[in-house]
């Protein structure tokens, strides 16, 4: 099986409701034709370097999946075309290395949000 990633954005006019619903229109197409999800995330609004159709931001969603018909690929990617929603979309297929990375960054070995609390110095009464 081949594994590939697939990221999408999607019209900021949408409410969150709208995209999740759209997201998951991507996921039965996939599932549809035998592929498997290995992971879905949804990433939210966030800010584009550029804009795109005159709006600078938009709901950011990657979905992970594995397959052994590349030509679902093909089927995918026109149903983001035919899609007015879907403003720009990205898919890749990954290597051995980019999987082994997937798997440890969904486990949050690279969670940069995570700040260690500086320790507090007690100071004892005198």
Do not use: C
């Amino acid at each position: 099986m081949k594994n590939y990633e697939t990221v999408f954005i999607l019209n900021p006019v949408l409410s969150e409701d709208q995209a999740k619903d759209t997201v998951e229109k991507f996921v039965k197409v996939l599932t549809k034709a035998k592929a498997e999800i290995v992971n879905k995330e949804f990433w939210g609004l966030k800010k584009m370097a550029y804009e795109i159709q005159n709006k600078s931001t938009g709901f950011y969603n990657l979905i992970e999946f594995a397959t052994e018909n590349t030509g679902i690929i093909l089927t995918l990617e026109t149903e983001f075309r035919r899609d007015e929603s879907v403003m720009r979309f990205l898919t890749t297929a990954l290597d051995k290395h980019a999987v082994a990375y997937n798997a440890r960054r969904k486990k949050g070995e690279f969670n940069r949000t995570k700040k260690t609390a500086p320790k507090k110095r007690e100071e004892a009464a005198v």
